[in-house]
C-alpha cells in the first residue's frame, strides 16, 4: 500500500512538473494580480514623482512633462512643474485642469481620458478584458502587457510590476492611431500625510474660468 500510495504521489509530481507553461503563467498572472491587489487595498494615501510621455503619432513629436501625483480614496492629482505649469484634480467626480501659460481652468464630469492617468484604475479595468504577455523580469521588476479585447480607443496597455511592493512602478497606454501616454513614478511614499494645499488651487486673479 505505501509503495502505491508513493507511485501515485511521484506520477502526480512527474504530471505537475509537465505542465504546460500557458498555465504556469497562468497562476503567476492570477497570483500577481491578487497580490496588487492586496497591496493598493491597505494604500490610504500614495504620493510619487511622475514623468509623463506623450507621443503623438500623426505629427510624430514627443512632449515630456514632470511632477507630483498624489492619491487618497476618490481624490487623484498630478501637478506638473515641467516643461510648464499644470494641475489636474479629480474630486467628487468632477476634475479641475489648469494651465498657467493659457491662463485658464477649465472644470467638468470625470472623462474616461482623465480616468485613464490613474495606473490603479486602468490596470483594475482592463485586467481581466484582457489578452496578456509576459514580457520581461529582471531584478524583481516585471514588464507585462495587456491586449483589450474589443477596445474602440485602446490598443494595448504595458506595466512594469515591482515583485516586491507589488505597485506599479511605470505604465504606458497606446491606441488605436498609435499614440502614446507613458507614466514613470519614482520616489514613491506610501500611507504619508498628504498637503491639503494639494487638492486646492492658487489661482491668479485674471484666470479664465470654463465650465463643461
Same mark, same amino acid.
Given at each position: 500500500m505505501k509503495i502505491r500510495y508513493m507511485l501515485s504521489l511521484a506520477a502526480l509530481l512527474l504530471a505537475i512538473s509537465f505542465l504546460p507553461a500557458e498555465n504556469e503563467d497562468l497562476?503567476?498572472?492570477?497570483h500577481a494580480y491578487a497580490s496588487m491587489q492586496k497591496a493598493y487595498s491597505g494604500i490610504s494615501t500614495w504620493q510619487a514623482g511622475v514623468t509623463q510621455t506623450n507621443y503623438f503619432a500623426s505629427a510624430k513629436t514627443t512632449l515630456k512633462s514632470q511632477g507630483n501625483c498624489y492619491f487618497k480614496k476618490d481624490?487623484?492629482?498630478?501637478?506638473y512643474t515641467k516643461p510648464s505649469v499644470q494641475a489636474i484634480i479629480v474630486s467628487g467626480g468632477r476634475v479641475t485642469v489648469y494651465d498657467q501659460a493659457s491662463k485658464?481652468?477649465?472644470? =467638468?464630469?470625470? @472623462?474616461? =481620458?482623465?480616468? @485613464?492617468?490613474?495606473?490603479?484604475?486602468?490596470i483594475r479595468s482592463y485586467w481581466q478584458k484582457s489578452d496578456w504577455r509576459l514580457l520581461d523580469s529582471r531584478k524583481?521588476?516585471?514588464h507585462i502587457m495587456l491586449y483589450p479585447k474589443g477596445d474602440k480607443q485602446i490598443k494595448e496597455i504595458s506595466f512594469l510590476l515591482d515583485e516586491v511592493s507589488w505597485l506599479i512602478t511605470s505604465l504606458t497606454y497606446k491606441d488605436v492611431q498609435g499614440n502614446t501616454v507613458t507614466l514613470s513614478f519614482d520616489n514613491m511614499k506610501i500611507n504619508k500625510p498628504i498637503p491639503a494645499a494639494v487638492?486646492?488651487?492658487?489661482?491668479?486673479?485674471?484666470?479664465?474660468?470654463?465650465?463643461?
Open positions: 497562476l503567476w498572472r492570477d481624490n487623484f492629482a498630478i501637478h485658464t481652468v477649465l472644470t =467638468s464630469a470625470l @472623462s474616461s =481620458s482623465i480616468q @485613464s492617468l490613474n495606473p490603479v484604475e486602468i524583481n521588476v516585471t487638492w486646492k488651487l492658487n489661482l491668479p486673479k485674471d484666470v479664465r474660468h470654463l465650465e463643461r
